[in-house]
């Protein structure tokens, strides 16, 4: 299916979807999170080009871009982002803001190529130490969660149609030409497949997070979400609730730390938003960081 926006760019033999609107620097990069593609920001990428360059992208292996053998080390991520900007002669420096295990792979960019990052925005990051602030009762029923039982080989009609529920009411007020292409990939077996696949290395990417070394002295914003919405609900059916506020006063904590480690660093609450829901529920709370995040 062709994708409703963005142009390809050769790198290194692949060609990858990127989208860009707005003009101005530092331009605003959008790193989706495992199982999410370019243009779940697109809402929050428009709004940012009112006022700067603003992309989202597709990984290979992820969206519209071309398929590659999943998962991938974060060096590798990291280096074809770094070449695909230079293709799409987006120039530096950005400010980047990565969603989930987007915001890992954020990190390392910055970790490595510290003179080509003004900036971060982490929505809900991925981080190497989460499982550390979660209580042990939790830890233990994701470690006895296989990842090949949430999809088998023939998806039943109402499980698709649950998910295309989700995302339709998550882009109702978007474009029909935007939102019906997005959705129907969204509820393919093969798109709900690629963030198993993507995440199933993340301990190999955590130990490349904790090996890269201090970020650079740049502004940070983190977006916590505290809502239980629907796609969390449906992944942690059969979970106590009094677990699922574990987790969110443990990431709390996390990020308030992480935040208060930098020397620029912010952690804001989101009340109304979930995890994966954030982007869609809430872009004016993106859009607001990128702002604060380019004014200091």
């Known amino acids: 299916m062709k994708p409703p926006l963005g142009e390809y760019y050769d790198v290194n033999g692949r060609e990858l979807l990127l989208h860009r609107e707005g003009s101005g620097a530092p331009a605003v990069v959008f790193l989706p999170g495992a199982g999410a593609v370019g243009m779940d920001y ?146 393919s077996r093969e798109w709900l497949l690629t963030g198993i696949r993507e995440a199933a290395n993340i301990e190999a990417v955590r130990d490349e997070i904790r090996a890269a070394g201090p970020l650079p002295d740049v502004p940070l914003i983190i977006l916590t979400a505290l809502a239980i919405d629907p796609f969390k609900q449906a992944v942690s059916a059969g979970v106590p609730e009094k677990l699922l506020q574990a987790e969110n006063d443990g990431k709390t904590r996390l990020y308030n730390e992480f935040a208060a480690s930098v020397p620029r660093g912010e952690n804001r609450i989101v009340e109304d938003a979930g995890h994966v829901t954030l982007p869609f529920r809430r872009p004016d709370a993106v859009v607001q960081a990128i702002r604060d995040v380019l004014a200091l």
């Open 42 to 187: 697109w809402d929050a990428q428009r709004r940012a080009a009112a006022f700067t360059t603003s992309v989202f992208y597709d990984r290979a292996g992820t969206g519209w871009s071309e398929s590659v053998d999943l998962p991938r080390s974060s060096a590798e991520v990291t280096d074809e982002l770094d070449a695909l900007l230079r293709s799409a002669k987006v120039p530096g420096p950005y400010v980047l803001a990565g969603h989930s295990l987007g915001a890992l792979y954020a990190r390392h960019y910055a970790s490595r190529f510290p003179d080509k990052v003004a900036g971060l925005v982490l929505m809900e990051p991925a981080h190497e130490d989460y499982r550390a602030y979660m209580p042990r009762e939790l830890v233990e029923r994701w470690d006895a969660w296989d990842p090949a039982d949430a999809l088998p080989d023939e998806l039943p009609g109402e499980i698709l149609e649950f998910y295309r529920v989700l995302f339709e009411q998550e882009t109702a007020d978007w474009p029909a030409d935007l939102r019906e292409p997005l959705v129907d990939s969204h509820v």
